[in-house]
């Protein structure tokens, strides 16, 4: 079993539509959690970072972290079609990182 | 945020020779530094972990002394892929680590160097 798990996609939705993005994981020493937005040919890029349980919001962006059933969530309200890019979950816990295979997102206009 | 800046972001070499890639911290302080490769629609890959001041930890797979990792100061990583050959064409990419107290640690990732050995 991977430590996390990540549907990877494509997802496509129409521009304007509230887009959900999920990982889970097995690891419950997971304490932080990201979201980074990787663009075709680009490094990947810190989209939100959360510590432990909770929601966070950013703009048109929500993390939001379930450490009970080891799921979180990136939520994208109002998608524009530069949103178009694959996203990729994250989580450590001592100094270890572990990727999600990231999920591909198409917002047609 | 953080800027993680990598030079260069493209290099074509000829098959036998060496390409040095650079991975700095821009505004902080980075004591651990990661390096990853990535191979067209797949995810990254972890080469391996560097440490500034101490030997670099390689995954398993990942040749050591193909891949030269040296982290001589908190704000600068290099790669080096010696003796380079087609199969070594990839996507790399390095990030460095932020661990600020107990509630931050996280990664902030370069722009990715694209290498095609010839």
């Known amino acids: 079993q991977k430590e996390v798990e990540q549907d990877p996609g494509p997802l496509s939705v129409p521009e304007g539509a509230i887009v959900s993005l999920n990982c889970t994981y097995s690891n419950s020493a997971f304490q932080y959690f990201m979201w980074y937005r990787q663009y075709s040919r680009k490094g990947p890029e810190l989209l939100m970072y959360?510590?432990?349980?909770g929601n966070k919001e950013d703009g048109r962006f929500t993390a939001q972290v379930d450490k009970s059933s080891k799921y979180i969530s990136l939520f994208i309200r109002d998608s524009q079609p530069s949103d178009s890019a694959t996203y990729l979950c994250?989580?450590?816990?001592?100094?270890?990182?572990?990727f999600g295979s990231g999920t591909k997102l198409n917002v047609k206009p | 945020g953080a800027v993680v800046s990598q030079h260069p972001s493209r290099v074509i070499c000829k098959s036998g020779t060496s390409v040095k890639i650079e991975c700095r911290s821009l505004d902080f302080q980075a004591t651990t530094m990661f390096w990853y490769r990535q191979f067209p629609k797949q995810s990254l890959m972890l080469m391996a972990t560097s440490n500034e001041g101490s030997k670099a930890t390689y995954e398993q797979g990942v040749e050591k002394d193909k891949f030269l990792i040296n982290h001589a100061s908190l704000t600068l990583s290099t790669l080096t892929v010696t003796s380079a050959h087609p199969e070594d064409s990839s996507f790399y990419i390095c990030s460095a680590r932020t661990h600020g107290g107990a509630l931050t640690d996280t990664q902030y990732f370069g722009p990715g160097t694209r290498l095609t050995v010839l």
């Open positions: 994250a989580m450590s816990a001592s100094g270890k990182f572990y």
């Open positions: 959360t510590y432990s349980s």
